[in-house]
């Protein structure tokens, strides 16, 4: 069956980039001239998506208002012929997909957000987006790579990466067998592990593609006893461990807008091979070196 839909989570509190995301959600903050959810959405869209379905808890009205038209922005802008290429942009981000909202009505974890998703994908594989992962890629979207290797596997797949050994030990390790050039059978995961669990420098990031009896798997997941979360990560590991979860290394650079640095690098990176400022910040930036 071909995957159509998409849920993208953003209801997280996002703690790590506070004061920034007090009253604006961090899946809106900005990378150059768009909001990171933006990217996601336009990524879904390039890779044959229709419907993507947002899961909100705060700040639902500003990102319900970037994904409709505009109407008196709109009217000005097209009073102006010099204006006629943003117009379009602007009036373009409102026709890139049918999106819809739910509400994640307690700050629970992923998994507990991603079960606010089950009546909306029905019966179907499903994309999952985390909001604040941004990837770009200069080639197929990566979310289209994941599906791709969906549709040959036929088995839920997540996006790996091989990371510096310190992520790793932030993030996840995962015990893998090549099926591909790109592809692997993922049996193992552990969460954070020691210098010496690491089993390979493989982590997940961002992205996955999943058959609809996830669902089930994450309401037998129990709650973190210390946090009180679900782990979205815990399914995936059950997944792993019954042999059925594929992981993709994806061809795409990832920025993490849930941190700090993480939104200077996709900030500059981005600003870098932008068609209109590109050239003027690639100056400003060899000058600024020169003075560190
Ligand atoms: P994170 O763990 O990075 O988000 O979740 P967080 O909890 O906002 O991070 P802190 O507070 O800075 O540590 C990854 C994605 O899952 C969403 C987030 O919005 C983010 O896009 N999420 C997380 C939810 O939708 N609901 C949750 O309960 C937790």
Do not use: W
Request: proline letters at 5%; one cysteine or more; hydrophobic letters at 40%.
């Amino acid at each position: 069956m071909k995957v159509t839909k998409a849920i993208i989570p953003a209801a997280g509190l996002g703690t790590r980039v506070l004061p920034a995301s007090k009253a604006v959600p961090k899946e809106m903050l900005n990378i150059v001239d768009k909001p990171a959810i933006q990217y996601l959405v336009e990524e879904c869209a390039k890779a044959g998506i229709t419907d993507i379905l947002i899961i909100t808890n705060r700040g639902k009205g500003v990102i319900e208002d970037h994904f409709d038209y505009s109407f008196e922005l709109e009217e000005n802008l097209k009073k102006n012929p010099a204006k006629a290429d943003i117009y379009n942009e602007v009036h373009a981000v409102a026709d890139m997909a049918n999106i819809y909202y739910v509400r994640q009505k307690e700050t629970k974890g992923l998994g507990h957000a991603i079960l606010a998703a089950e009546a909306f994908v029905g019966n179907e594989p499903f994309a999952i987006l985390y909001g604040d992962d941004v990837i770009i890629s200069e080639n197929r979207p990566v979310i289209g790579q994941l599906i791709d290797a969906y549709e040959k596997y036929g088995k839920c797949v997540t996006g790996i990466k091989e990371c510096p050994r310190e992520q790793v030990m932030k993030y996840c390790t995962l015990d893998v067998t090549a099926l591909d050039d790109s592809t692997y059978s993922v049996h193992k995961i552990i969460e954070k592990p020691t210098e010496d669990e690491i089993i390979s420098n493989f982590a997940i990031l961002g992205r996955n593609v999943m058959t609809p009896d996830v669902f089930q798997i994450i309401k037998d997941t129990p709650p973190n006893p210390k946090s009180g979360e679900v782990y979205f990560s815990e399914a995936i590991s059950t997944l792993a461990e019954n042999g059925k979860l594929i992981g993709v290394d994806f061809d795409g650079k990832r920025y993490d807008m849930g941190d700090k640095l993480g939104i200077m690098q996709a900030n500059c990176e981005l600003a870098l091979k932008h068609p209109e400022i590109g050239e003027g910040f690639k100056e400003y930036l060899k000058e600024l070196v020169k003075t560190i």
